[in-house]
């Protein structure tokens, strides 16, 4: 146990010269804002969006897609909330500022996925639906 206490505190000095290190004296520092201006709007079923894990996502021709996706809608998981899956595409104009929201865009509701995303298209690899994994691949134009 001695031997693990000495080697995280060798791993925790390697790692801190190594931040001194990286840093130039005079350097400027990247400074980052978050903000939250760019809110999923609500859809069929979800008036208000409360966000969505494992959705499709990507920017297709000055667009940026978000598709599918799961969430708890009503309450948290640890309150005994019920998973929902969708099947709604969400369409942001990257030049007007605006959300298109399409119910039921997908066959059947998705989430989970992989996404290979092309200057033109995207195409979905894997993903997980209700029942059962979906291996089948489709594009977005």
Same mark, same amino acid.
């Given at each position: 146990?001695?031997?693990?206490?000495?080697?995280? #505190?060798?791993?925790?000095?390697?790692?801190?010269?190594?931040?001194?290190?990286?840093?130039?004296?005079? =350097? $400027?520092?990247?400074?980052?804002? !978050? =903000?939250?201006?760019?809110? %999923?709007?609500?859809?069929?079923?979800? %008036?208000?969006?409360?966000? &969505?894990?494992?959705?499709?996502?990507?920017?297709? =021709?000055?667009?940026?897609?978000?598709?599918?996706?799961?969430?708890?809608?009503?309450?948290?998981? !640890? =309150?005994?909330?019920?998973?929902?899956? !969708?099947?709604?595409?969400?369409?942001?104009? #990257?030049?007007?500022?605006? !959300?298109?929201?399409?119910?039921?865009? #997908? $066959?059947?509701? %998705?989430? &989970?996925?992989?996404?290979?995303?092309?200057? $033109?298209?995207?195409?979905?690899?894997?993903?997980?639906?209700?029942?059962?994994?979906?291996?089948?691949?489709?594009?977005?134009?």
């Amino acid at each position: 146990m001695r031997k693990l206490y000495f080697f995280i #505190l060798y791993l925790s000095l390697i790692i801190s010269y190594m931040n001194t290190a990286c840093s130039r004296k005079g =350097e $400027n520092k990247i400074v980052m804002q !978050w =903000e939250n201006s760019l809110l %999923l709007p609500g859809c069929t079923g979800m %008036l208000k969006n409360v966000g &969505l894990a494992g959705a499709y996502s990507g920017i297709v =021709e000055d667009k940026l897609l978000v598709l599918g996706g799961a969430n708890f809608p009503d309450k948290y998981p !640890w =309150e005994g909330g019920v998973k929902t899956w !969708w099947s709604t595409l969400y369409s942001y104009d #990257l030049h007007m500022d605006k !959300w298109t929201v399409y119910d039921d865009f #997908l $066959n059947s509701p %998705l989430a &989970l996925t992989t996404l290979l995303a092309t200057p $033109n298209s995207a195409a979905r690899l894997f993903s997980l639906g209700i029942e059962s994994p979906h291996l089948k691949s489709f594009f977005l134009k």
